[in-house]
T-cell receptor, first 117, second 112 residues
Framework: GAVVSQHPSRVICKSGTSVKIECRSL??????MFWYRQFPKKSLMLMAT?????????EQGVEKDKFLINHASLTLSTLTVTSAHPEDSSFYIC?????????????FGPGTRLTVT | EDKVVQSPLSLVVHEGDTVTLNCSYE??????LLWYKQEKKAPTFLFML????IEKKSGRLSSILDKKELSSILNITATQTGDSAIYLC????????????FGQGTELSVKP
């Protein structure tokens, strides 16, 4: 297997502030990382694909100026939720891809629960 | 359009039962199929399958891919209450730059 960490695991912030979430691959290098959000009882919704050293690719309907992604190294990607509002409250999960003969195994971080008050 | 469909959507069994979860897919350029288990937090990786007919096994869980039928099954034998979770199937399409296409998930509940 492989280990992906996320920090913080839980954050509460006030409306209008920004929050940064870090995603790290601990025991492998990940050229590509992904950011998802998940609402209660719903499936994962891909927000963006983050490639090391280049701009992130956002899914349709995801505001790139609101959800800033930086992938500065092969083991670290960050998601910054800018000017957060209560509707941004959600479970944010990152994942990192590891090449294993024949395909990419994608490992998820433990997630960050964001609550905007 | 790429699509992954899981069945059943939910399932309730008793401890000791054996369950089979299904996943079928339609993708342009298949590379691999992955199974995950999601409890209260983020999904945990179970298996990645790339070749037809080769069973992958981990304890009481096993999975196999059938590329002819565009499907995979996940078997859990001698189920335990700790197996209660949502099981997600996802497909990696070569044309999608590594993005996974997820099914809706199967919610498994194992009663004592």
């Amino acid at each position: 297997g492989a280990v992906v960490s996320q920090h913080p695991s839980r954050v509460i912030c006030k409306s209008g502030t920004s929050v940064k979430i870090e995603c790290r691959s601990l025991d492998f290098q990940a050229t590509t990382m992904f950011w998802y959000r998940q609402f209660p009882k719903k499936s994962l919704m891909l927000m963006a694909t983050s490639n090391e050293g280049s701009k992130a690719t956002y899914e349709q309907g995801v505001e790139k100026d609101k959800f800033l992604i930086n992938h500065a190294s092969l083991t670290l990607s960050t998601l910054t939720v800018t000017s957060a509002h209560p509707e941004d409250s959600s479970f944010y999960i990152c994942s990192a891809s590891k090449w294993v003969a024949g395909g990419y195994e994608q490992y998820f971080g433990p997630g960050t629960r964001l609550t905007v008050t | 359009e790429d699509k992954v469909v899981q069945s059943p959507l939910s399932l309730v069994v008793h401890e000791g039962d054996t369950v089979t979860l299904n996943c079928s897919y339609e993708v342009t350029n298949f590379r691999s199929l992955l199974w995950y288990k999601q409890e209260k937090k983020a999904p945990t990786f179970l298996f990645m399958l790339t070749s037809s007919g080769i069973e992958k096994k981990s304890g009481r869980l096993s999975s196999i891919l059938d590329k002819k039928e565009l499907s995979s099954i996940l078997n859990i034998t001698a189920t335990q209450t700790g197996d209660s979770a949502i099981y997600l199937c996802a497909v990696d399409d070569l044309n999608q730059g590594g993005k996974l296409i997820f099914g809706q998930g199967t919610e498994l509940s194992v009663k004592p």
